[in-house]
């Protein structure tokens, strides 16, 4: 199936076409510049953002691809869930060109993508690990969301929440300890490269939620622990106290992280973890997290690093699914009866 994404939830405009599980285009215009200055996203710029650059980066998709919109059997636009304005942009975005060209369009949540992106292939890409098969465990650790899913298949009834953060995702704590530090935005790739020169044995910081039979994860007492320790100790240049701070940090999250998805696999009784979302591009989260896992004759599938951060191939991927099931009356468009996308399909008419 050849199927057209658009992605839009947040700080990216993305499209990409996919056939089957391989990858034609990826096409990524990160709005990180418009957005440093403030230290976060700011919603509105976001939305303005997406509206300039989304047709022409569509038009890039299908132009790398060599396809055309006629050649396309549907398309796939990310509905849920994300700022509701940027949102908005893809969704009225995707709707418009489907209805335009007579093709099928699905609304598919952002998470799932996530779930499944380490099914893609990207070309020329080395694949870091073999390709999952279900059911599985599915971590997502992002920048909104950090939580542990049953995932019995593609479709979004064979996955079950098992449990989720109480407060900050592990992608927000990444960025707010980052900002704090003074260190920039998105703080979690920032974070990563100087714990990787750090000593996480040379700062001490309480685990993050440490009950094993808890499958929640809360990060906000971590976070006030670096603001306790910044209080205390002065802020840390950027010298060794600071790398070893960042080891520290990181260290208590990827641990916290790998245990909570370890006790799922435990309660679920199955033996893959996969994992998606931003942080799963962590370094330490990859390779410790492989090795924990393999010690334990265990399985852990981490997605390529152009997976993992958002893009637009991943909501292409899980739509695929959707309409391969067809897109008739009943649940056009339709993933989630929160989604944004209310009904429109290909031959009950356009837009309402
Ligand atoms: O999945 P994503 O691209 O967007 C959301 O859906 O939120 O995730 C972005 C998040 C940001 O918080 C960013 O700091 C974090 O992923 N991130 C990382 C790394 N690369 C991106 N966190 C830790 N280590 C990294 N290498
Ligand atoms: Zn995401």
Not at 33 to 46: C, D, I, K, S, T
Not at 90 to 114: M, N, R, S
Not at 302 to 319: E, H, K, L, W
């Amino acid at each position: 199936m050849l199927v057209l994404g658009i992605e839009t939830s947040c700080d990216e405009t993305a499209a990409a076409v996919i056939r089957g599980r391989r990858v034609l285009s990826d096409v990524v215009h990160s709005q990180i510049r418009l957005h440093a200055e403030y230290g976060g996203v700011v919603p509105e710029l976001a939305s303005r953002d997406h509206l300039q650059n989304l047709r022409p980066v569509v038009e890039r998709a299908l132009e790398q691809a060599g396809v055309r919109f006629a050649d396309l059997d549907a398309l796939a636009v990310t509905c849920r869930p994300g700022l509701t304005g940027a949102l908005l942009v893809g969704t009225q975005f995707a709707k418009a060109v489907a209805w335009a060209a007579d093709k099928p369009l699905v609304g598919v949540d952002h998470l799932i993508g996530h779930l499944l992106a380490a099914f893609l292939e990207f070309p020329g890409a080395e694949h870091e690990a073999e390709t999952p098969s279900f059911p599985f465990v599915g971590l997502v650790a992002s920048g909104g969301h950090t939580a542990l899913y049953r995932v019995d298949g593609p479709l979004p009834e064979q996955i079950r929440e098992l449990g989720s953060t109480r407060d900050d995702a592990a992608g927000e704590a990444f960025d707010k300890v980052a900002k704090l530090l003074g260190l920039g935005y998105p703080g979690g790739p920032i974070v990563d490269r100087l714990a990787q020169e750090g000593d996480a044995s040379r700062v001490e910081l309480s685990a993050p939620l440490p009950q094993r039979s808890s499958l929640e994860f809360s990060f906000s007492g971590l976070k006030t622990n670096v603001m306790r320790f910044v209080a205390e100790r002065g802020l840390p240049d950027n010298d060794q106290t600071l790398r070893d701070l960042c080891a520290a940090f990181q260290t208590r999250v990827v641990e916290s992280l790998v245990k909570k998805a370890h006790a799922a696999l435990e309660q679920e009784g199955l033996d893959t973890v996969v994992l998606g979302g931003g942080v799963a591009a962590n370094s330490a989260l990859r390779s410790f997290g492989t090795r924990y896992f393999a010690e334990r004759g265990r399985r852990l599938v981490v997605p390529s690093f152009r997976a993992s951060t958002d893009n637009a191939a991943m909501i292409a991927y899980a739509g695929s699914f959707l309409a391969e099931r067809g897109v008739d009356e009943k649940r056009a468009l339709v993933t989630h009866p929160k989604s944004v996308i209310p009904k429109v399909t290909k031959k009950g008419g356009g837009p309402r």
